[in-house]
């Protein structure tokens, strides 16, 4: 099991930026693929970006595509989302997982607990 921290979140105005960060404690860190998911009120866990071991392969859902970028940085431990252009359907909590190289939230075994993210039009 890999806790997984995430921060970064907040209110931000339609066309604003922000970036989160979702600290890692574990050693083998740069063995799990990292995704970011989104979850809205009354809606599903949805797939926004999913980067690979190494942080060599990116791919994100087509809703964020252009406006979001995943890294990481192994030697902190830590994954990042820069969020550009954010829209007010962009509002949700976000949380970060440790799996495989998937778009499907059942590939991840560790899940972060969510930062919240409000977009305001």
């Known amino acids: 099991q890999v806790q997984l921290v995430e921060s970064g979140g907040g209110l931000v105005q339609a066309g604003g930026s922000l970036r989160l960060s979702c600290a890692a404690a574990?050693?083998?860190?740069?063995?799990?693929?990292m995704g970011w998911f989104r979850q809205a009120p009354g809606k599903g866990r949805e797939f926004v970006a999913v980067?690979?071991?190494?942080?060599?392969?990116?791919t994100y859902a087509d809703s964020v595509k252009g406006r979001f970028t995943a890294s990481r940085d192994n030697t902190k431990n830590t994954l990042y989302l820069q969020m550009n252009s954010l829209k007010s359907e962009d509002t949700a909590v976000y949380l970060c997982?440790?799996?495989?190289?998937?778009?499907?939230?059942?590939?991840?075994?560790?899940w972060g607990q969510g930062t919240q993210v409000t977009v305001s039009p």
């Open positions: 574990i050693r083998t860190f740069s063995s799990y693929a």
């Open positions: 980067i690979s071991e190494r942080g060599d392969v990116t």
């Open positions: 997982a440790a799996g495989a190289f998937s778009r499907t939230p059942d590939s991840f075994g560790s």
